[in-house]
């Protein structure tokens, strides 16, 4: 387990011993009817876990993208509430998207864990010498920039994508 946790949730690095509660993870998102696993590095992309994982860990790896995918488990439980990832640096295609990505069970959505999850992946994020990250949301998402504002995000930019408008929040440490 990762050193980083808080009171509730624990960032934790996909492994092949998670694979049952990865699938159900996965499961219970397509079964809200979710298309997209958010922060899960395109988790929902994959019908071969095996396939995922190297996939994550390629990225993970790769000097130009490096991209880090966690699971938060919460502690009491052991139960995955959460997907998350951080790309170290933006290139050009990333930039729309922003730093960090995060998505939560849809079972456990409302319970504040977006923040924690938020905070833990600024706590890695500094902890690993980056000194601002920026955060991007559909405006329509109103819960994701209340998280992003709770965490010392400020709106700096607004944008047209894919005929959506997205938020960039910009946190520096």
């Not at 219970?28 to 979710?34: L, Q």
């Not at 190297?54 to 997907?83: A, M, P, W, Y």
């Not at 938020?118 to 819960?143: E, H, P, R």
Request: proline share 2%; with cysteine.
């Amino acid at each position: 387990m990762s050193s980083l946790s808080n009171m509730q949730l624990a960032l934790i690095k996909p492994t092949k011993n998670l694979e049952q509660e990865i699938i159900e993870y996965k499961q219970e998102h397509f079964e809200y009817g979710d298309k997209k696993i958010h922060g899960s590095g395109g988790l929902a992309y994959y019908d071969n876990l095996e396939e995922w994982f190297k996939h994550i860990f390629s990225i993970e790896n790769n000097s130009d993208i490096q991209t880090t995918t966690f699971f938060t488990r919460r502690i009491d439980d052991e139960k995955l509430v959460g997907c998350t990832k951080i790309h170290h640096s933006l290139t050009p295609d990333l930039a729309s998207g922003g730093h960090i990505a995060y998505g939560t069970r849809p079972s456990e959505r409302g319970k504040g864990y977006g923040k924690q999850q938020l905070q833990l992946l600024l706590d890695y994020a500094k902890s690993s010498g980056m000194t601002s990250v920026i955060i991007a949301c559909d405006k329509s998402n109103i819960a994701s920039a209340r998280t992003a504002i709770s965490c010392g995000g400020i709106l700096t930019n607004e944008f047209v994508e894919d005929g959506r408008v997205k938020q960039h929040y910009h946190i520096k440490f």
